[in-house]
């Protein structure tokens, strides 16, 4: 059924991705720990999508690593990807969910507490909440939220969030505090000189903070004994 790990979730820019592509692109950040990858190019076409989906999936095959496509459900059904990403303009959750049928992981943008309160848990696996920060590699986004939006998000529903936006290493203990998942990244990633120790740097944040919250929550909990 619908396992998936949002620790490090990686949305691919075709413009950013230009120099190496957007396959190789996937390969190295999954090499180096990106959890999640992410087709998002709203220019292509669904012939396009499904071309380079096509050939993600098969640079994924045997990582671990969940191939999501973005908006177009058509693709990611011709792909076998699996899962979808809507936005609030896009299908309807309901709809999306009827057409990738129900083992399909399926992604929704959320950018107010209302909305994150509005996604329905029974369609629903993860919300991806912010954008906690402006970013140019998605300039119709809805206005930055920072930390606090953040935290509100979440806090808003019982779904899994993953926090989009602007962000990058420095950024992974605020995004884990607010109660995220995982981080989801495009420039820290697409576009760098090496995007496998780009991805690398950002899973071994996660794992530092992930240890030492638990660190923390092991002494607190000694503490009280």
């Known amino acids: 059924m619908r396992s998936f790990d949002l620790s490090l979730y990686l949305v691919l820019d075709p ?3 230009a120099g190496i592509g957007m396959v190789e692109t996937a390969r190295a950040a999954v090499a180096g720990g990106a959890t999640m990858v992410q087709l998002r190019d709203k220019t292509g076409g669904t012939a396009r999508t499904v071309e380079i989906g096509r050939a993600l999936k098969d640079a994924l095959a045997g990582t671990g690593a969940r191939l999501i496509v973005n908006d177009d459900v058509a693709a990611a059904v011709a792909i076998g990807a699996d899962g979808v990403h809507v936005g609030q303009g896009d299908m309807a959750v309901a709809e999306a969910r009827a057409r990738i049928g129900p083992e399909a992981i399926l992604g929704l943008s ?5 909305l994150a309160a509005a996604a329905d848990p029974a369609l629903v696996d993860y919300i991806g909440a912010g954008p906690v920060f402006a970013t140019p590699t998605k300039p119709d986004h809805e ?3 920072g930390f606090d939006g953040l935290i509100a998000q979440i806090a808003a529903s019982s779904i899994p969030a993953v926090a989009i936006g602007g962000l990058k290493v420095r950024h992974v ?3 884990l505090a607010a109660g995220a998942r995982g981080i989801a990244v495009v420039s820290a990633i697409c576009g760098q000189p090496d995007p496998e120790a780009a991805a690398r740097d950002l899973a071994k944040e996660i794992e530092a903070v992930r240890s030492r ?3 923390n929550g092991s002494h607190r909990a000694s503490l009280d004994r």
Not at 110 to 114: A, F, K, L, N
């Open 15 to 17: 413009g950013l991705c």
């Open 110 to 114: 959320v950018e107010t507490p209302e």
């Open 143 to 145: 206005q930055a939220v």
């Open 173 to 175: 203990a605020p995004v």
């Open 213 to 215: 919250r638990s660190e």
